[in-house]
């Protein structure tokens, strides 16, 4: 629904501020939580195909993605 309000490159935009924000949300998180070495260690080994399967997730290991997506589509709508 917000991408017909925002129109096509909007929507593209609105994509990217939300993968962008997620990013820099899930950092936050991690540091927070004391894992990042962990976090960034995983991403290394599943992105260079040394572990194929992720762990299973713990309650721990997740965080709400609602926030990124509020940002990257209020930050679309004003035209950032």
């Known amino acids: 629904a ?3 309000l925002l129109g096509p490159w909007e ?3 609105a994509f990217v501020v939300t993968a962008i924000a997620g990013g820099v949300i899930a950092l936050g998180v991690a540091v927070h ?3 990042l070495g962990k976090t960034l260690g995983a991403t ?5 195909g040394t572990q194929t ?3 299973e997730i713990e309650a721990d ?3 709400a993605y609602a926030p990124a997506i509020a940002i990257g589509a209020a930050l ?5």
């Open 76 to 80: 679309a709508a004003i035209g950032v």
């Open 61 to 63: 290991r997740t965080f």
């Open 11 to 13: 929507t593209i935009t």
């Open 44 to 48: 290394v080994r599943i992105a260079t």
């Open 2 to 4: 917000l991408g017909m």
């Open 53 to 55: 399967a992720v762990e």
């Open 33 to 35: 939580r004391q894992r």
